[in-house]
């Protein structure tokens, strides 16, 4: 590829994830400062930003899509192809349960079994954290939130890529925008890392509370971990723990 064509392509993909973020409302995608700066080293002339500036988003509220809603956001996501994912997905996996729930629970990616079902959490890992939901903290499914970094399935079940992850990540935010929860759960790695940045060690880093956007943020192992380490469960209980805590729940003693 011509180092024309390769410029062309990073600019066309870094307007795609500014434009998604604005689109829904969001402030400018966490750039640093130098980048911004250096993306910007005048507006008047910056082929990125020029199309729509984004740290001064132009007062054209009428015409940009801010959907407030879980509903008017799942309006708003469509008939998604924003990313390639959309190409071997069945369903689109937007994420259920309470639009008011306290604890949202965020994974990494539909299954085979959610792909075709339509909802997170549905196969072996869902009825796994089913489980902990119900006879664990004592709630229902319809109680909390849950969904996921990417709506669209994964081929193979391999994990989302950072393109991707990009372009659905904005979905997430605006989520956790609208329901506003006491707490927010994250499942894996990947869940973690798209909320707390790339440098998240889960093996190190989960169990200690983090906040996103001012929420507590629990980073904890996802159920698929659990289904093939079972001796995990016991550090995953002591993370459901400090989260029934925080929400007012009573913890029994025996889990
Ligand atoms: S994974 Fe997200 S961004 Fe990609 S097609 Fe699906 S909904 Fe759109």
């Known amino acids: 590829m011509k180092v024309e064509e390769e410029i062309r392509d990073i600019f066309s993909h870094m307007r795609g994830v500014i434009e998604a973020y604005q689109d829904i409302g969001l402030g400018p995608p966490p750039l640093s400062a130098d980048t911004l700066r250096f993306l910007s080293p005048d507006q008047s002339t910056n082929p990125v930003l020029n199309i729509r500036n984004a740290t001064q988003p132009e007062d054209n509220s009428d015409q940009q899509i801010h959907p407030a809603s879980l509903e008017g956001l799942r309006e708003h996501i469509g008939n998604c192809e924003r990313c390639k994912l959309h190409q071997s997905r069945t369903h689109l996996v937007y994420g259920e349960g309470s639009p008011v729930a306290k604890l949202v629970f965020v994974g990494e990616g539909p299954g085979v079994d959610e792909d075709l079902a339509g909802r997170p959490f549905v ?14 903290m004592g709630l229902t499914r319809e109680e ?3 969904c996921n970094v990417v709506k669209c399935q994964p081929p193979k079940n391999r ?10 990540v904005p979905f997430l935010k605006k989520q956790l925008q609208s329901i506003n929860p006491e707490v927010i759960c994250c499942l894996g790695r ?7 940045g790339s440098g998240f060690k889960i093996t190190l880093e989960r169990g200690k509370w ?17 289904l093939r380490n079972p001796s995990a469960k016991r550090q995953v209980w002591e993370d459901v723990k400090m989260i029934m805590k925080r929400i007012g729940l009573e913890v029994k003693t025996n889990g």
């Open 123 to 136: 196969g072996k890992s869902g009825k796994l954290l089913t489980k902990i939901i119900e006879k664990g």
């Open 144 to 146: 909390v939130y849950i």
């Open 159 to 168: 994990d989302p890529e950072k393109d991707e992850i990009e372009a659905c």
């Open 190 to 196: 990947v869940a973690c890392q798209a909320l707390l």
């Open 210 to 226: 983090r906040s996103y956007e001012d929420i507590p943020l629990m980073p904890t192992f996802h159920p698929a971990y659990l």
